[in-house]
């Protein structure tokens, strides 16, 4: 956290947590400031780098191949169920990372707040961020806060940036799919979306649905374990299964042929959809990765990823073949076919 | 609306079930005479996006083809109307409530209601409702709801209108567009490329689903009988469509021109009687109509009674009739009339895109060109929709 000022005991009124707002002068490197960090963020992330108080984290170098991801987080609304944009900001990161085989290392997190925000709001996510930091071990080394004028934000905007080590001998990259290799997916499809759809004020619908948040760094660890010459790994967030696969496709120049019957989607999150007029395929997930490798390989990487708690419901969807259009299609359960396109316009905005 | 699990989705497997369609799909094969050909439209967007999305041109022999109609209530409002809606929104302080894909649609000079909703207050809404609640809680703005559909969206914004009414806001009003599914029908039977040249081979229509649970299976009689077209009007399933298919041919080869009913679960003979009377009671006649693709359509469209004027956004903000070309290029209007097939249009796929619209049948995926795009681009050597006779 930028901004060094001390603050003497007794001499400044504790910060206000359960009624206090964000104020201008938290963002203005005084006092205010230096107390925000201090009695909010240093508080809950607290580690030896953070603790040293300097406008950068410093540590020792790596060995091999060193990757780096960041993302920016401006979900509406903050808080959903099975999470809040504090874990899902911990989460995406991570995740991004991870999708190279990684080993995530640490974290960095910048804070936009809006000029009013309820401190207790913002404690939440603070915490909320700080418990999932820590649950996936890693911590969060440096950051930044900035508050902007009252109408120039929506409550809190967080981008988080991710260091990880990718193992030796591990080479996971999107444009590494080829013609015979088995798709998967790690579970069901849509949670996130449907999750954060149901919240949205214009549309008012009750649903059970939970946001699958969650960080996937172990699961690819298991993952790669039992088979550590998977192709490609790519969580499908934005655009959902149908935007990510389409990308593969693209980049490694192949097709992809699914199966509509193999696809793992909650119920509620099909009569979701079916009310809304949205495809399931389309919608966001949190907690989610796609991973394509061999056929035989696919054999041992399926029971590996099911006997993760992330991955019960783990299925292999389809396959890749040759295709210079670089079409993704489905067989669908009717028994035709048709072409999984891009996503055109916009289904949901600001979903993460 | 509280979305209960097990009941919905039982509901729509069994509509949508693989076996039950290979058993539809070999009986079709069976009774499809082999001599001949078959061509049949599908009226409603609704058809076609199922059609498209569940791959059903895969079920069909090759001599039954599927023709997509003019039902795609976004596709057919003509470039003018959209470009009343945009300057409309432009007026300082008024709120234009539409649906989803209405925002998308191209008007002239690149510009759309989504692109003029970076400068002017424009809001998507799931329903007409909705509009009213956004004109109760801004009463000091002008609030214009773009009304657009069928027969099936009139009922609900004859609602808005009625509950505006007892509520006395005066800040709503309704920019109304909404369309008659019979007179598009006639007009697509009596055009020349259908009736005189045979541009156009018609053996029967599927007939439109949601429409058809207000205005009943009766108006289509008069088809049947005059134009000696077979009408089976189907629900928006696959296995609806399937199943509708199969009865086409078999009026086809028994010479029969009748009115049937797949969608018995749904549409009863007179149809919803009340809705009827709420539209009557709200809405009358306009004297005639521009359509995309179609042009001037007598008696097709409704425009919103003397009685309730002071909800009629034509009325109070005094909106022109402009008539704006479609672009030279494009062939949504051929493609509605079911005289050209997307592919057949130069800009498709090209030019034309689901990101980049030229023509409306493009954006709504209800649109044949946006379905085709979408679902049905990789059968480039079997086109999805052939015609060959």
């Known amino acids: 956290m930028t901004g060094s000022g001390k603050v003497k005991p007794g001499y400044s009124r504790s910060l206000d947590l359960k009624k206090g707002c964000v104020e201008m002068v938290h963002g203005s490197g005084g006092r205010a400031m230096a107390q925000l960090i201090e009695q909010l963020f240093v508080a809950a992330f607290d580690n030896e780098f953070l603790r040293q108080m300097n406008d950068q984290a410093c540590f020792q170098s790596f060995n091999g191949r060193m990757v780096m991801s960041t993302d920016s987080h401006v979900i509406t609304p903050l808080f959903f169920p099975g999470g809040d944009i504090g874990s899902l900001s911990v989460h995406g990161t991570i995740n991004d990372v991870v999708m190279s085989g990684a080993k995530p290392c640490y974290l960095a997190g910048s804070f936009i707040l809006e000029e009013g925000f309820p401190l207790s709001d913002l404690k939440r996510i603070v915490d909320s961020m700080a418990q999932a930091a820590q649950a996936a071990q890693v911590p969060i080394v440096t950051g930044d806060t900035k508050v902007v004028e009252k109408g120039s934000g929506d409550g809190v905007f967080i981008t988080t940036t991710g260091l990880g080590v990718v193992p030796e001998g591990i080479h996971i990259a999107s444009n590494n799919a080829r013609p015979g290799d088995k798709i998967l997916v790690s579970g069901t499809l849509g949670d996130h979306g449907i999750a954060i759809l149901a919240l949205r004020e214009n549309l008012s619908f009750h649903t059970s649905i939970e946001s699958d948040t969650a960080a996937l760094h172990d699961l690819v660890a298991c993952m790669i374990a039992a088979v550590p010459d998977i192709h490609v790994l790519r969580d499908p967030t934005r655009g959902g299964l149908a935007a990510a696969l389409n990308e593969i496709a693209l980049q490694s120049f192949v097709g992809m042929m699914l199966y509509e019957n193999e696809l793992p989607i909650h119920e509620p999150v099909n009569a979701a959809c079916e009310f809304l007029g949205l495809d399931p395929l389309y919608i966001a997930n949190e907690g989610k990765l796609i991973a394509i490798c061999t056929p035989d390989d696919a054999e041992k990487l399926l029971p590996a990823m099911q006997a993760h708690p992330l991955g019960q419901n783990a299925a292999i969807i389809g396959e890749v073949i040759e295709d210079t259009h670089c079409f993704v299609q489905m067989q669908t359960r009717f028994g035709g076919k048709r072409v999984v396109d891009w996503l055109s316009g916009e289904q949901l905005p600001r979903i993460c | ?389």
């Open chain 2, 1 to 389: 609306m509280t979305i209960h699990t097990k009941a919905g989705m039982k509901y729509i497997d069994e509509f949508r079930d693989g076996n039950l369609a290979g058993k539809i799909a070999a009986n079709i094969a069976a009774e499809a005479d082999p001599r001949r050909h078959y061509h049949f439209m599908e009226f409603c967007g609704g058809h076609t996006h199922a059609i498209s999305r569940h791959g059903i041109v895969d079920l069909l022999p090759g001599n039954v083809h599927m023709i997509h109609g003019p039902g795609c209530p976004v596709c057919i409002l003509p470039v003018g109307r959209v470009e009343n809606a945009i300057q409309l929104a432009q007026t300082p302080g008024l709120i234009l409530c539409s649906y989803g894909d209405m925002l998308r649609i191209p008007a002239a000079n690149g510009m759309s209601l989504l692109k003029a909703k970076a400068q002017a207050d424009i809001r998507m809404i799931y329903s007409a409702a909705d509009a009213v609640t956004i004109a109760q809680k801004n009463p000091q703005h002008q609030v214009v709801f773009l009304a657009i559909g069928f027969e099936t969206t009139t009922p609900p914004t004859a609602v808005a209108i009625k509950q505006a009414q007892q509520l006395r806001l005066d800040n709503f009003t309704v920019f109304c567009n909404h369309v008659l599914t019979p007179s598009a029908i006639s007009h697509i039977l009596q055009s020349p490329e259908v009736r005189q040249l045979g541009v156009v081979p018609l053996d029967g229509f599927v007939g439109p689903a949601h429409v058809s649970t207000v205005i009943g299976s009766q108006p289509y009689e008069y088809f049947a009988e005059e134009f000696q077209k077979p009408v089976v009007i189907a629900g928006f399933e696959p296995l609806d469509v399937m199943q509708a298919i199969l009865m086409l041919i078999r009026q086809a080869n028994e010479g029969r021109a009748e009115v049937e009913n797949e969608f018995t679960r749904a549409v009863l003979p007179a149809g919803n009687i009340k809705a009827q009377r709420l539209v009557a009671e709200v809405f009358e006649l306009r004297r005639t109509f521009e359509w995309r693709g179609l042009g001037w359509v007598p008696y097709s469209a409704l425009k919103i009674k003397s009685s309730y004027a002071d909800f009629d956004a034509e009325r109070r903000f005094r909106i022109p009739a402009i008539s704006i070309a479609d672009n030279k290029a494009c062939e949504c209007g051929a493609i509605l009339r079911g005289v050209k097939q997307p592919q057949d249009c130069k800009i498709f796929g090209t030019v034309c895109t689901p990101e980049n619209p030229i023509g409306s049948c493009m954006v709504s995926s209800e649109g044949a060109c946006a379905a085709y795009y979408s679902y049905g681009r990789f059968r480039e050597k079997n086109p999805i929709m052939t015609r060959e006779n």
